[in-house]
């Protein structure tokens, strides 16, 4: 298979040609793997923003969603889909505005959650629903 003539290492043809064979086919493999669509489920951190006045402290019921995407393999090796990235900025004004007035929690089911984040635009077409929690509260102090 190899020969060593004059100080150098030589492969012969047919290993040579075993190994552009399995660089090619591994790459078709990745080609055909990371093109095909996947329906993926990610946890997502929560977090508030835009506080009302006079309120600086909010608790949550959850601190983490279970978020569900469908997008082909290529669009998950985005860095949006990184550990680092997986934060939900949820602004607190925005989201009790719909709500009956109540001073100090606010409830609110998946549904209604997934319908705001994708009224806004969290990641377009590849964003599916919120799965768990079933409901989630936000206490304001």
């Known amino acids: 298979m190899a020969e060593i003539g004059n100080g150098k290492f030589r492969l012969k043809k047919p290993s040579a040609t075993f ?3 399995l660089l090619l086919s591994v790459a078709i493999w990745l ?3 990371f093109s095909k669509d996947y329906t993926i489920k990610l ?3 929560v977090a508030c923003t835009d506080l009302p006045e006079n309120l600086d402290n909010v ?3 959850d601190s983490v969603f279970t978020v569900v995407f469908h997008a082909r393999g290529f ?3 985005k860095s949006n889909y990184s550990a680092d990235n997986r934060v939900i900025n949820l602004p607190v004004k925005q989201l009790i505005q719909t709500k009956r007035k109540n001073l100090y929690n606010y409830t ?3 549904q209604e959650l997934t319908e705001y984040l994708t ?4 990641y377009e077409d590849e964003f599916v629903e919120i799965e768990t929690p ?3 509260t936000i206490y304001l102090k």
């Open 108 to 110: 609110f089911t998946k």
């Open 43 to 45: 946890e997502y951190d």
């Open 119 to 122: 009224n806004n635009g969290f």
């Open 31 to 33: 080609l055909t793997n």
């Open 134 to 136: 079933e409901r989630f």
């Open 59 to 61: 608790t949550l019921s």
């Open 75 to 77: 669009d998950f090796l």
């Open 19 to 21: 190994f552009v064979c």
